[in-house]
């Protein structure tokens, strides 16, 4: 099954006719992209410190009201929050069997929702974005949006479905690519939608961070939750003269960075993931023929279980390369004065990983817009590792929740094609035609789950 994309092909073809190092302007401001993975390895990896700064955005300066969180800073302020995460998570059971079984719950809860309406159509996705939720939500705040929170999770979703909408739009594209295009365009304009957003979000993650500073025990050393922990050093900082590094504003925009990237790019991932299956003659089939092999009953699959399921691991690892989530990658720039490619670059010029260039690599991933698990199952039937399958982005910038998002992947689709076999609705398979959108948006669609006998 074929997924072509302008916004992706534009890149393939610009490096294939100019090289794996090329000018992109946005406006007036140049841009070096990077499209080979060997070019990536020279510049972003080997020589990391070079490419670890964001670009300054305005618009999201404006957004966050200054420079906050971790996803957009830099320097010793964006590194101490990276690793007070990172730490964190740890902590609260970040890749051990602790976090494994907060998964599983999630699992569990989805099969229950699920089973209330086999072999009637009913909406794969939103099943599956509650769970998603529920996990990153427990990682920050501690609690999962059970059914008296349903109201809750469900305006946030909305929300988020909205932004991923809008924010995905030709017009909106335009106005961030062209600002002072804003003033000939309809409204809604970008200021407008960051308006309605910034209010809506921001309301959500205070409101939470004032419950939990009410109700912490800060002389118990042990936290609950990523919330709990920074408000706790934030406290102890704020004792020692330090009320900025750890202030409340940051912690509202790390919650925003953490919340959003935990749930917005996997459950993506899934519903893509299950899109590309169900339009993809013979996948499911070959799944749930090592599902019976290795498995063999409807008990929960757990990491355990990974190095025998081959097949499935090659399925998730094409899904995610074929979701190619993100069209264009973050905007980083150069911390001196460097070298790529032969070409002298400036201090401080934007430089782009165009990681989505190097997934649909056709030396490496022949016919690369086709969806073929078995480009990643070598001739021994074992799972090949190919250093090009770069979901997460390189470097030092690469994606703090990479852990969870791969934990999260394996558990849910490993566990879903083990218990159900899914039909398409009378409509048939979810659309995974990309050619209309200029961003990556959720597959919304119904289906027809049936639980599998062994």
Same mark, same amino acid.
């Given at each position: 099954?074929? @997924?072509?994309?302008?916004?992706?092909?534009?890149?393939?073809?610009?490096?294939?006719?100019?090289?794996?190092?090329?000018?992109?302007?946005?406006?007036?401001?140049?841009?070096?992209?990077?499209?080979?993975?060997?070019? =990536?390895?020279?510049?972003?990896?080997?020589?990391?410190?070079?490419?670890? /700064?964001?670009?300054?955005?305005?618009? %999201?300066?404006? @957004?966050?009201?200054?420079?906050?969180?971790?996803?957009?800073?830099?320097?010793?302020?964006?590194?101490?929050?990276?690793?007070?995460?990172?730490?964190?998570?740890?902590?609260?059971?970040?890749?051990?069997?602790? =976090?494994?079984?907060?998964?599983?719950?999630?699992?569990?809860?989805?099969?229950? +929702?699920?089973?209330?309406?086999?072999?009637?159509?009913?909406?794969?996705?939103?099943?599956?974005?509650?769970?998603?939720?529920?996990?990153?939500?427990?990682?920050?705040?501690?609690?999962?949006?059970?059914?008296?929170?349903?109201?809750?999770?469900?305006?946030?979703?909305?929300?988020?479905?909205?932004?991923?909408?809008? @924010?995905?739009?030709?017009?909106? %594209?335009?106005?961030?690519?062209?600002?002072?295009?804003?003033?000939?365009?309809? +409204?809604?304009?970008?200021?407008?939608?960051?308006?309605?957003?910034?209010?809506?979000?921001?309301?959500?993650?205070?409101?939470?961070?004032?419950?939990?500073?009410?109700?912490?025990?800060?002389?118990?050393? !042990?936290?609950?939750?990523?919330?709990?922990?920074?408000?706790?050093?934030?406290?102890?900082?704020?004792?020692?003269?330090?009320?900025?590094?750890?202030?409340?504003?940051?912690?509202?925009?790390?919650? =925003?960075?953490?919340?959003?990237?935990? $749930?917005?790019?996997?459950?993506?991932?899934?519903?893509?993931?299950?899109?590309?299956?169900?339009?993809? $003659?013979?996948?499911?089939? +070959?799944?749930?023929?090592? $599902?019976?092999?290795?498995?063999?009953?409807?008990?929960?699959?757990?990491?355990?279980?990974?190095?025998?399921?081959?097949?499935?691991?090659?399925?998730?690892?094409?899904?995610?390369?074929?979701?190619?989530?993100?069209?264009?990658?973050?905007?980083? !720039?150069?911390?001196?004065?460097?070298?790529?490619?032969?070409?002298?670059?400036?201090?401080?010029?934007?430089?782009?990983?165009?990681?989505?260039?190097? =997934?649909?690599?056709?030396?490496?991933?022949?016919?690369?817009?086709?969806?073929?698990?078995?480009?990643?199952?070598?001739? /021994?039937?074992?799972?090949?590792?190919?250093?090009?399958?770069?979901?997460?982005?390189?470097?030092?910038?690469?994606?703090?929740?990479?852990?969870?998002?791969?934990?999260?992947?394996?558990?849910?689709?490993?566990?879903?094609?083990?218990?159900?076999?899914?039909?398409?609705?009378?409509?048939?398979?979810?659309?995974?035609? +990309?050619?209309?959108?200029?961003?990556?948006?959720?597959?919304?669609?119904?289906?027809? $789950?049936?639980?599998?006998?062994?």
């Amino acid at each position: 099954m074929l @997924f072509p994309m302008p916004g992706y092909e534009c890149f393939r073809k610009w490096t294939k006719k100019y090289g794996d190092v090329y000018t992109f302007w946005l406006e007036s401001e140049p841009y070096i992209m990077i499209g080979s993975y060997d070019r =990536m390895k020279e510049t972003f990896i080997r020589d990391g410190d070079t490419y670890v /700064n964001k670009k300054f955005n305005a618009a %999201i300066a404006k @957004f966050r009201d200054g420079m906050f969180g971790v996803v957009d800073t830099n320097g010793q302020f964006w590194s101490t929050h990276r690793r007070f995460a990172l730490s964190n998570f740890r902590d609260l059971g970040f890749g051990k069997d602790l =976090m494994q079984q907060k998964i599983l719950i999630e699992v569990q809860e989805i099969f229950r +929702k699920f089973d209330e309406k086999t072999e009637e159509e009913q909406n794969i996705p939103k099943v599956f974005n509650k769970g998603v939720a529920n996990v990153i939500n427990q990682l920050i705040f501690g609690y999962r949006f059970d059914d008296e929170k349903e109201e809750e999770f469900q305006k946030l979703q909305d929300l988020l479905e909205y932004q991923q909408k809008a @924010f995905t739009s030709w017009k909106i %594209i335009v106005e961030c690519v062209i600002p002072f295009g804003s003033k000939f365009m309809p +409204k809604p304009t970008v200021e407008d939608l960051i308006e309605q957003y910034k209010e809506a979000f921001y309301g959500f993650f205070n409101k939470q961070i004032e419950e939990h500073r009410q109700k912490i025990d800060f002389d118990i050393e !042990e936290n609950q939750d990523y919330a709990e922990a920074y408000l706790k050093e934030q406290k102890k900082r704020e004792a020692d003269g330090d009320s900025e590094t750890f202030s409340t504003q940051q912690l509202s925009n790390m919650c =925003m960075d953490l919340w959003l990237a935990g $749930l917005g790019t996997t459950t993506l991932t899934l519903s893509w993931s299950i899109a590309y299956v169900m339009n993809t $003659l013979g996948v499911q089939e +070959k799944m749930h023929e090592e $599902l019976n092999r290795v498995i063999g009953s409807d008990r929960l699959i757990n990491t355990s279980d990974k190095n025998e399921l081959p097949y499935m691991n090659a399925v998730i690892n094409e899904c995610q390369r074929c979701a190619n989530i993100v069209p264009l990658n973050l905007f980083h !720039e150069t911390t001196k004065d460097t070298i790529i490619g032969g070409y002298p670059i400036k201090k401080g010029t934007g430089v782009i990983a165009q990681i989505s260039t190097v =997934m649909l690599d056709e030396k490496v991933f022949p016919d690369p817009f086709k969806f073929n698990p078995d480009r990643f199952i070598d001739e /021994n039937g074992k799972l090949k590792k190919v250093e090009e399958l770069v979901p997460f982005s390189v470097g030092k910038r690469q994606c703090l929740g990479e852990g969870l998002a791969r934990m999260e992947l394996f558990l849910f689709i490993s566990n879903f094609f083990n218990r159900y076999k899914i039909y398409p609705s009378v409509e048939g398979p979810p659309s995974i035609d +990309k050619t209309q959108q200029l961003g990556v948006t959720p597959r919304e669609f119904n289906a027809v $789950l049936t639980r599998r006998h062994y």
